[in-house]
């Protein structure tokens, strides 16, 4: 049942519809409510913020006041920041609240508390991982990672690494005519020919560890 196609004049119970009063309401009803319930259907925003651009997720950020909320933000950081949005504020000045803001921003990520690596009491570290990190960026979000903690909590170090490369690398070569000759010395048994191998992999993984800091 779908309140754009509904008819009324169908709902009236038997009694009812030999009534003209009744039957001119339930007319009524059917020339307004359609028109009332597609335009209620279009105002629908939860539903469909993955098809939500920048300018309406803005806009929505600011009619929630998502205040660790980022205009500069990627496109899918952004949805997600609005999506947990309602729980991050339920819990806010929590670890998961910090830890859920920590990783809409980055691909990943996790703070460790000053009594699992034997800190100063009152900090934390954070530890993410992420594809492209530049000084502006960081700045930018430890900025609004302050509106998410505990505003006791003194943050001492924030760790950041780089994922390792993924998929295959692959080494081509090719073979190119070349004539020489060369006079060999003579032949010596000592010296038997020898067979190698050789393998290799490669692997890219890099960590930069931040001097400690204090956000205002």
Known sequence: MQLETLDFCKLLPAFMRSDKANQALASGL????????FRARQMSTWDVIDQLEHAE???LAEELNILWYDTGAELAVKRDLIKNSDLVYRRLGTKWAAESVIRSYFEKGYITEWFEYGGK???FRICATVPAMTQDKMQAFLGLFHKVKRASAQLERMEIENPPLSGMC??????????QTTNLPPYLPEYAPMQANV?????SAVTIKLPPMEVN
Do not use: M, Q, R, S
């Not at 059917?30 to 319930?37: F, R, V």
């Not at 692959?170 to 004539?179: A, D, K, M, N, S």
């Not at 393998?199 to 692997?203: F, P, Q, S, T």
């Open 121 to 123: 009491p009152g900090t």
């Open 199 to 203: 393998n290799g992999a490669l692997y």
């Open 57 to 59: 997720l803005d806009a």
């Open 170 to 179: 692959y080494i081509g070569g090719t073979l190119v005519p070349y004539h």
């Open 30 to 37: 059917n020339e307004w409510i359609p028109p009332l319930a």
